[in-house]
């Protein structure tokens, strides 16, 4: 395979981009819209996009499998990046515009509905774009480069729709003080969304495009794979060490990234008091944080090892990031309105996310590492299904964080379209309480799960040697048992 050049890792990194703006709307104003804005009861919201979480579970593994097997002039990934593309825009946006007049129920139900159908086309796109990171590169810093490029365009996505909604789509209005909870920002911020997506998706199948030929290909077509073959593939992914510890990092991470995600719209509109502008500042930390982590998680990964680095600085990171509400709490922070308060957000949030985006980073490319391994062992290459899982995992995990943060605000008592400045101290206090202990174990118990695993440079590259020398092996037999047609022979 020729040298994967810089301009196809930065073009395969911006479809990244398409996922950051469907989970950080998702996991940061979904809740906040339909519970702030449109008036359904926080459990009824958190409950329906916890039981996406269904949809997840069946749909994510078949996908990651039906790629693995694909035969086609596209090869096996390719040809579900391009399908994705129109319908994942469309169904996010169709979420932001309910019919009128439907109950709570009926809200959500269509909250359900919408976010299932967006989720499914997410998932067509990032398990085969997961999976084909993998196979453009096997080296094992590259593959922490690749991945940590492609994690700089998921926080542009993120964080810089969310600055640009909150300055342009979320401006504050003598009737809507705070912009975010004014309806009509949601109709441009709904259909701006679902372009983006769609134009990102498709910037990184054509930009891939050109590797095809180079990628590992399905030589024949396979037999049909039955529900016991995939259920016998799927248990025994769950058998392997090395994923088996990724998998319990993974859904401890990403439940305290999805309940951080969709309580701190909550903390800054009503513990900080912070404007729609101020809150369209604090999303630049994230842009800042994500530049610095890209060029320091493979540095990191090289000197400490992937395992070591993902958890010190997911650990240092929550502990850094959980701060400024622990001292609210104890009355010791900066108080709404004081000229430092939002310097000083500003300062943490950007070290937080630094350490935060440095562990996912790292991360990634230890799943990348975990198909070989497991190849060794199996003799399959099933890329798709180990990033399926771990797909799986991550949305159900932002779901479950989605849940818990609904969970909270009802053990919270916060109120329904509560004003800014009207909100009790003693609500405020409960909310952190309930919060700060709970996120930083998730973190510590996905860090004492990672412990167990196994992989480091030096294994990752035996690994590699025992696959090169099947498949020489392999040729050289298929060579031998060829025949050679002789005079007259066709």
């Not at 040298?3 to 479809?15: C, D, E, F, I, N």
């Not at 990102?200 to 199948?205: E, G, Q």
């Not at 985006?357 to 003799?379: F, P, Q, Y």
Request: net charge positive.
């Amino acid at each position: 395979m020729p040298p994967l050049p810089a301009r196809t890792r930065w073009l395969y990194g911006t479809g990244l981009l398409a996922s950051g703006i469907k989970s950080s709307a998702f996991a940061t104003y979904l809740l906040l819209y339909f519970n702030q804005v449109m008036g359904v009861p926080a459990y009824i919201v958190s409950t329906a996009i916890a039981l996406t979480l269904v949809v997840d579970a069946i749909v994510d593994p078949i996908i990651g499998r039906v790629s693995d097997r694909t035969r086609s002039r596209l090869g096996r990934r390719h040809p579900y990046l391009f399908g994705a593309a129109v319908p994942a825009g469309v169904f996010f946006a169709l979420t932001w515009f309910p019919p009128a007049g439907l109950t709570d129920i009926g809200m959500g139900a269509w909250v359900f509905g919408m976010a299932s159908l967006t989720r499914i086309c997410m998932s067509l796109f990032e398990i085969p774009s997961s999976a084909l990171g993998a196979e453009l590169t096997s080296e094992y810093s590259e593959r922490t480069r690749l991945f940590a490029i492609r994690f700089w365009f998921g926080y542009i996505g993120a964080f810089g729709f969310a600055a640009m909604s909150l300055v342009l789509f979320f401006v504050a209005t003598p009737e809507y003080s705070r912009g975010q909870l004014n309806p009509e920002g949601y109709v441009w911020f709904a259909i701006t969304g679902g372009a983006l997506i769609a134009l990102a998706v498709l910037t990184s199948a054509f930009g891939t495009k050109s590797r095809i030929p180079y990628l590992r290909q399905v030589r024949q077509r396979e037999s049909r794979l039955s529900l016991r073959d995939h259920a016998r593939e799927m248990a025994d992914a769950f058998t392997h060490r090395p994923f088996l510890s990724i998998f319990g990092y993974s859904l401890s991470k990403q439940t305290a990234i999805g309940l951080y995600t969709a309580t701190t719209i909550y903390f800054g509109t009503y513990i900080f008091e912070l404007t729609a502008t101020e809150l369209a500042i604090l999303t630049v930390e994230n842009l800042v944080a994500a530049t610095v982590a890209a060029p320091l998680a493979p540095r990191l990964s090289g000197w400490f090892g992937k395992r070591n680095a993902a958890m010190a600085m997911g650990l240092f990171g929550i502990l850094i990031g959980v701060m400024p509400l622990v001292l609210t709490y104890l009355d010791l922070f900066f108080v709404p309105g004081d000229k430092l308060l939002l310097p000083t957000l500003f300062t943490v949030g950007a070290a937080y996310h630094a350490m935060i985006a440095t562990s996912l980073m790292n991360s990634s490319g230890m799943i990348a590492d975990t198909v070989e391994d497991h190849a060794v062992k199996s003799g399959r290459h099933n890329a798709g299904l180990f990033f399926s899982v771990n797909s799986l995992t991550s949305q159900a995990a932002v779901g479950l964080g989605i849940l818990v943060a609904g969970l909270v605000l009802e053990l919270s008592n916060f109120p329904i379209g509560a004003d800014p400045t009207g909100v009790s101290e003693t609500i405020k206090d409960s909310l952190i309480l309930y919060y700060v202990p709970l996120t930083v174990s998730l973190w510590l118990i996905g860090s004492l799960l990672l412990l167990s695993y196994p992989i480091t440079e030096a294994s990752h590259i035996r690994n590699l040697e025992i696959l090169a020398a099947r498949e020489a092996q392999a040729k050289a037999a298929i060579v031998r048992d060829t025949p050679i047609a002789g005079p007259g022979g066709g």
